[in-house]
């Protein structure tokens, strides 16, 4: 802490950071009416990102407030009580029962071949080196001073995905899934497409990425994999492009286009509207001959041909 920090001692409520929402759903300040202000004390960027984050806490918990009121989700409680997930409570969703298993301590890993034991640090490691890369990327500058709990089979984001998928999204009665990852969302889908390749073809209909940090030659997706991707898959892009303008890329996955904007926050927002076409058209096309694959054309992509 700096000599001339403030205490980290920040509000429980959006009104004491004198924020609100306004009709539109934008959040505003209460008497300005400016929106956000991360830096709202010059020269003390360690105040301002707790600052963000503790305000971050109270609008999480306020969305997950307006998904089981306004639209009557459910919220269940993943193992050990960390976080939650919202699902819908239609005919689609299954109640899964806890499962009673013996969680193996580090101690037991002996009696692990010792084959199965190095697959197991290889991945460990992966992951890790993914994650300190992503935290890299998105805020060079963050202090890690939190204390990092394991969460017991969503340690990691690739881990919970993988854990959300075997017991609901498998287990549920739904036979049109739809993906909307952003960001390091996008490299936990992929994950999941490699340790459930099978299983997510038959189940998947479509999947939108909005400025994914996945790779894959990184994370090794086999060639099936990145074919599937290119014919099911779109990467809405942070680009000062309009929206829908095809953008070129190095990899070979899926095609990338524009989100309408060259900020990285607002790509899932900005590029709704294309997504939503993109869902339905694919929707369509799985009850009749299959969609032709997007192709990256250099000219603007009109929304008709999504």
């Keep these: ?46 105040w301002n990102q707790k600052r963000y984050e503790a305000l971050g806490e109270i609008i999480t918990k306020y969305v997950y407030e ?70 890299k990327y998105r805020n060079p500058q963050r202090e890690k001073e939190m204390m990092q709990l394991y969460i017991r089979e969503n340690g990691s984001p690739e881990e919970h995905a993988i854990y959300v998928w075997d017991h609901f999204i498998a287990q549920s009665a739904a036979e049109n899934v739809f993906f909307v990852a952003h960001s390091y969302g996008g490299l936990a889908f992929v994950e999941l497409m490699i340790q459930r390749e099978a299983d997510v073809k038959s189940k998947v209909t479509a999947v939108a990425l909005t400025d994914s940090v996945h790779n894959v030659w990184h994370q090794e997706a086999g060639k099936t994999i990145r074919e599937w991707m290119r014919e099911n898959c779109c990467n809405w892009v942070s680009s000062s492009e309009p929206l829908d303008t095809s953008v070129e890329s190095m990899l070979p996955d899926c095609p990338r286009v524009s989100a ?39 000219h603007r992509l009109k929304h008709e041909e999504l």
């Design 1 to 46: 802490m700096k000599k001339d920090e403030p205490p980290l001692d920040f509000p429980d409520t959006l009104e004491g950071f004198e924020y609100a929402f306004n009709e539109k759903g934008q959040l505003r300040h209460i008497k300005t009416g400016e929106p956000f202000v991360f830096n709202y004390r010059e020269d003390l960027h360690r």
């Design 260 to 298: 309408g904007t060259d900020r990285h926050e607002l790509t899932s927002w900005k590029s709704f509207p294309s997504i939503f076409k993109f869902f339905s058209e694919a929707s369509e096309a799985k009850g009749g001959s299959p969609r032709p694959a997007p192709t990256r054309r250099s």
């Design 66 to 135: 307006l998904l089981e009121k306004d639209c009557n989700l459910k919220k269940i409680s993943i193992p050990e009580g960390y976080g939650v997930i919202v699902l819908n409570p239609n005919e689609n969703y299954i109640e899964v029962e806890k499962p009673k298993i013996h969680v193996q301590s580090s101690s037991d890993s002996s009696d692990e071949p010792a084959e199965k034991r190095e697959r197991k640090d290889k991945v460990s490691k992966e992951t890790k080196k993914r994650r300190d890369f992503y935290e």
